[in-house]
Every structure is written in C-alpha cells, then in structure tokens.
Nanobody, 121 residues
Framework: VQLQASGGGLMQTGGSLRLSCAAS????????MAWFRQAPGKEREFVASISRSNGITTVADSVKGRFTVSRDNAKNTMYLQMNSLKPEDTAVYYC???????????????WGQGTQVTVSS
C-alpha cells in the first residue's frame, strides 16, 4: 500500500487542522493505521492509531482530548483532527500502515512522506 499525507500548515496556538492520509490499493481496510510525528532533533513518536474496521482508537497521552483519529475505508483515507494546537505539536506528521496493531515505529511496514505542522505561539 502507498500512503500520501496532506493537510499540514502553519497555525496559531489554539487553532485546528485536519490531516489526511490517502492510501492506494484495494486493501486499505485490512491495515491498522497510525499517525506518528517527529519534531526537530527528536525521535519519531506515536500519536494515534485506529483499528481496521471497528473504529477502535489509541491516542498518546500528549494529545488525548485534543486529537481524534478516524478513517473512511470507502475512501481509502485516514484523518487526524487536531484541535487546541500547541507549539509543542510542531513536527512532521507521518501516516503508517501495518497488518497488526502497534504503537512503535518498527511495527509499521508502510509510511507516507510526511506533512509539516507548525504551531506558532
């Protein structure tokens, strides 16, 4: 599966953005999907994941209550709704796909190219 992340941009603190991850192929619904992010000088970190078809989500504590992950299998697309953005959310956001659930980078086989999110104070 090939992934393409989009929707990043420059926002002020407290603003909202919605990221999208479009997948190619006809097997999107067979993959667990996730968002990771990497800030300058830091390691890539888990943000959120969503199960294949029943919508079960896992969200990192750092974004819980502010970020929501969802997917539309009919459109082969995953989303990340980001509200109440903070400067510490500034990072390149990546989408990833795996045949099984994981919260670590190494658990994902397929990656999108990343989209930059910058939050100004």
């Amino acid at each position: 599966v090939q992934l393409q992340a989009s929707g990043g941009g420059l926002m002020q603190t407290g603003g909202s953005l919605r990221l999208s991850c479009a997948a190619s192929g006809r097997t999107f619904g067979s993959y667990f999907m996730a968002w990771f992010r990497q800030a300058p000088g830091k390691e890539r970190e888990f943000v959120a994941s969503i199960s294949r078809s029943n919508g079960i989500t896992t969200v990192a504590d750092s974004v819980k209550g502010r970020f929501t992950v969802s997917r539309d299998n009919a459109k082969n697309t995953m989303y990340l709704q980001m509200n109440s953005l903070k400067p510490e959310d500034t990072a390149v956001y990546y989408c990833a796909a795996s045949p099984s659930f994981s919260m670590v980078e190494g658990g994902y086989d397929y990656w999108g190219q990343g989209t930059q999110v910058t939050v100004s104070s």
